[in-house]
């Protein structure tokens, strides 16, 4: 039988995140991360999400009748993997009558990778693993600056919005060196989550991509519920999904 939840009860979420290459389960506790499992993407993913959960709540020494909520990444990211999480919280959920929280991978990598000093605002960058990256502006308070976008590395320099003025931004995610680059050009100065400043030979600065995980979505998650923001199980998908890379036309 469930364990009955005191309505002031900090909650309990299990939160699954598949949108890059690699998949990632997390439990939140007593507001913290108390595990956390991962494992590389691979053909027959779906298998390996229900045995990290299992692992990840062993762990954490949470039983599924202690959950209050299952979180999942929404994306932007891959297909398949956001088919897979998404599909394996909505099936914790139906199996054991929780709550779902939908969770966007940019959002929770700017909740998690945000300026200490909260004076930075920042831009949150996915690989769309067609030459292109998912980018999304955030002002310095969390606020999005519009929604999320698919562009070329070399233009994003130029879709800086207005609202964040001449400030040093704050990069966060996937393409950091390369980004960095294209800022630097543009004559803007960048920092890399973590405090790092880029400097005109980021080439050799060895800056790593920062790919959003399970963690990251709970405690976004967990954020969400405070405030009462409440978003679906469903993905964000930017492209058709059943689109490859576009082929030149036929003459």
């Given amino acids: 039988m469930k364990t009955p939840k005191r309505p ?20 939140y506790a007593d507001g913290v991360i108390r595990a956390m499992k991962t494992a590389e993407a691979a053909f027959g993913q779906a298998a390996s999400l229900v045995p990290l959960a299992v692992s990840a709540l062993a762990e954490a020494d949470v039983d599924f009748a202690m959950i209050s909520h299952v979180a999942a990444g929404r994306g932007p990211g891959s297909f398949t993997g956001l088919r897979v999480s998404l599909a394996a919280a909505k099936g914790v959920c139906l199996a054991h009558d929780l709550p779902g929280l939908g969770i966007s991978g940019l959002e929770a990598l700017a909740y998690s990778c945000g300026d200490d000093d909260g004076d930075l605002p920042i831009l949150c960058l996915a690989d769309t693993r067609r030459g292109n990256v998912y980018a999304q502006f955030f002002a310095a308070d969390m606020t999005p600056q519009g929604d999320i976008f698919e562009a070329k590395i070399e233009q994003l320099p130029l879709l800086v919005p207005p609202a964040l003025g001449q400030e040093t931004i704050l990069l966060a995610g996937y393409g950091g060196q390369a980004v960095g680059a294209a800022f630097l050009g543009a004559g803007r100065q960048v920092r890399v989550a973590g405090g790092k400043m880029i400097s005109a030979d980021a080439a050799d600065q060895g800056i790593d991509d920062i790919s959003v995980d399970a963690g990251m979505i709970a405690n976004l998650a967990a954020h969400h519920l405070t405030r009462g923001v409440v978003s679906p199980l469903t993905p964000l998908y930017l492209a058709d999904p059943r689109l490859g890379p576009k082929k030149k036309a036929s003459a």
């Fill in 8 to 27: 002031d009860a900090l909650p309990v979420i299990l939160a699954f995140e598949a949108s890059t290459n690699q998949l990632s389960v997390a439990v």
